[in-house]
């Protein structure tokens, strides 16, 4: 139980400071979909852009931006294209798409390496842009400066779009995933607007403030279009990593309810095994043996009672732990610093349920112990 509350806590640690990308601290995001409420297409770009427009007016917000899929347990959408000169004639490739708003780049603070990002000026009348992340310049490029290249979506009629910049890797799905070769559009060049967008917002406000700012600038604009999935980025991780948090606080509970039970075990043996022996104690301190002497042989002995159970347990705990390979992260599942502190652990507890017996029988007078029965 010790060793899995070790790897558990382990990984919680590990995930909760994975490098996402972009910087989650100050930043909120929220859900509207007027799709809901009939927009058509063009009211739909008119909706968003003037919602962002007013949020922008808050007093305290920095910068805004919008996305189809938000960053981080929101998902994200596959295509399927061409990279002209680096694909097979008639292959396809999977490409992990987003659509953004402009100053997308800006508002999450992610680098761009290269080139630039999604601009107001990228809409419908400009020629089509795309931008990429990493992963897709590793794999599809092998090492070539792709600004210039193009992706070819491969509808009809055909669809291709500029790369015009390079931008560092972001996860989106899940924390655990390795970030996919992505693409990310502008989304006011789409044939159809989606129906729904989601606004990152970073601001310096407290999230109280800023949450009933971004809630009665929404109702102005129409009453009709309510917000949801109103949140602070942190809390959108934090939500992402519940089930490992769950993993972990309740192996921490079972592990500190063995350990007590273990524990006192020892203790109520010890204490037993003590007592049995104080005409033994009061002889060995009647012909030298001093109060240090009797508590080193009783702790001695109670490590030697815990180095046998360890020797039993160790091997149990090596080959049960694998059955927890895949609710890890970035941990082997015999981690040699995990099964340290749980053996450390037992030891120290080991070594306080036999040193109170001990320091107890350690006091006791020589002629009393030996009139004991």
Known sequence: MLVACGLFLRT???LQN???GFHSQNLTRFTVSPGLNGYSSQQLLAYYQNLETQLHAISGVESV???????????????????????APGKNVDIYRHDVGPAYFETLQVPLLLGRGITARDD????????????FVRKYFHGDNPIGHHIDLGSKPPQEFEIV???????YAQIRDDVPPTAYF?????KEIPPFMTYEVRSSLADAALFNSIEQTALRLDKNVPVTKLKSETEAVSEVLYLERTFATLSSAFGGLALLLAGLGLYGTIAYTVAQRTNEIGIRMAVGADRQNIVTMIIRETLIVVSAGLLVGLPIAWFASRALRSQLFGLSPHDAVSMGIAV????????????LPARRASQVEPMEALRYE
Request: charged share 15%; net charge positive; no cysteine.
């Open 165 to 171: 910049g390079v931008a560092k890797d972001v996860k």
């Open 124 to 135: 419908k009348g400009a020629s089509q842009v795309v931008v990429i992340n990493e992963a």
């Open 12 to 14: 919680l640690g590990r």
């Open 65 to 87: 931006s919008l996305s189809e899929h938000a960053p981080i347990g929101a998902g994200s959408s596959v295509t399927i294209g061409k990279v002209p000169g680096y694909t």
């Open 344 to 355: 450390l652990t037992i030891v120290a507890v080991s070594a306080l349920a036999g040193g």
């Open 186 to 190: 502008s989304y006011m060049q789409r």
């Open 18 to 20: 994975v490098n996402l």
